[in-house]
């Protein structure tokens, strides 16, 4: 049973557009949302993460939205740049010493 | 701070043959955890612990063993390789406490062939 679904698989945006990736959870008691940067050959890096008390976290062109009542959180990626062309992970957890559950990951390539 | 640290890189084994992938981290996280990627799959965890002498399986962890002997160290090994075990294995630890809590660091990762 997949606990956090991601779409889309893969996505392309030109330079300058924004860049949108959603997932959708299951487990209600799941309270860190995090998303996850991997280059090529390099291993997945934290981009930015949100807790369900907020519904929208922003830093820099990164923009969390998040709908508790709908059980989905998303990433917009504003004005994507080619180095922003990776593949990028949501993640889900319970805060603690509780395992991440990732989704199956977005392969983002940003065209000039 | 090193971080998190593998080795080998790269790794090709032959059906049928053992092997240990060995994870060390210097930021003296107690969380530490064993996933493997594979095209399409995302990250399945494979093992994690808690702390020193504390292991527990995750969504794929046969043909998988772990121990967790100090804090720093999380060896993964392959009792009998196979070739549905050819894939990219990361190792990650996190701290669940303090001002970067929950922020899970990665490895640069293992790629493991299995012929």
């Known amino acids: 049973q997949q606990q956090v679904k991601q ?15 959603n997932c959708a959870y299951e ?8 998303w996850y940067q991997q280059f090529p050959g390099k291993g997945p ?12 976290k922003k830093e820099g062109r990164f923009t969390i939205s998040f709908n508790k009542s709908a059980k989905q959180f998303s990433l917009h990626i504003m004005d994507s ?12 957890s319970i805060i603690g010493n509780t395992p991440l559950v990732f989704g199956k990951g977005t392969r ?5 | 701070n090193a971080g998190v640290t593998q080795t080998p890189k790269f790794q090709v084994l032959k059906t049928g043959q053992s092997m240990t992938l060995q994870c060390a981290q210097d930021m003296n996280h107690e969380y530490m955890s064993w996933y493997r990627q594979d095209p399409g799959m995302g990250l399945r965890l494979i093992h994690y612990s808690v702390g020193a002498g504390i292991t527990d399986q995750g969504e794929v962890p046969n043909g998988y063993n772990v121990s967790r002997s100090t804090t720093e160290d999380f060896p993964l090994r392959l009792l009998s390789a196979a070739p549905s075990q050819t894939s990219v294995y990361f190792c990650a630890s996190r701290n669940p406490r303090g001002q970067r809590y929950n922020e899970q660091f990665f490895g640069p990762g293992t790629r493991l062939t299995v012929l």
């Open chain 1, 27 to 34: 487990n209600t008691a799941f309270d860190y949302f995090p």
């Open chain 1, 81 to 92: 740049q080619p180095g922003d062309s990776a593949t990028y992970f949501c993640a889900a």
């Open chain 1, 108 to 112: 983002l390539s940003v065209i000039a």
């Open chain 1, 7 to 21: 779409s889309p698989q893969s996505l392309i945006v030109q330079k300058g557009g924004i860049s949108i990736i």
């Open chain 1, 45 to 56: 890096a934290l981009l930015i993460a949100i807790r369900p008390d907020v519904s929208e």
